[in-house]
Nanobody, 123 residues
């Protein structure tokens, strides 16, 4: 089982920025995908962004395109989510996830999950 440790959440005002980090450790395959998902109270977990470790191709939800950027540090097995122009509707618990295959947008495709980090955007 891959262990994922998220950090970087917090509270910001609307229009502000935050950067989330997720460090992976354990039995990591050479070709895999990592994604960020979020879940607001009373809502289902939704896809935010994902990256393929081999090649670096990225996927984004329409709601965050142009505002969020996912990136990776191969040497550190760490994925980042830079979030700019934050809106109150971005408020949620953000989760990092891992799958030993190419990244997808479906949460059920991912094998391992972090514990989540709270992001709160005030208006």
């Amino acid at each position: 089982q891959v262990q994922l440790a998220e950090s970087g959440g917090g509270t910001v005002q609307s229009g502000g920025s935050l950067r989330l980090s997720c460090a992976a450790s354990g039995p990591i395959f050479s070709i895999y995908g990592m994604g960020w998902f979020r879940q607001a109270p009373g809502k289902e977990r939704e896809f935010v962004a994902a990256v393929n470790w081999s090649g670096g191709t990225t996927l984004y939800a329409d709601s965050v395109k142009g505002r969020f950027t996912i990136s990776r540090d191969n040497a550190k097995n760490t994925v980042y989510l830079q979030m700019n122009s934050l809106k109150p509707e971005d408020t949620a618990v953000y989760y990092c996830a891992y799958r030993p295959l190419r990244a997808t947008t479906g949460p059920y495709d991912y094998n391992d999950w972090g514990q989540g980090t709270q992001v709160t955007v005030s208006s």
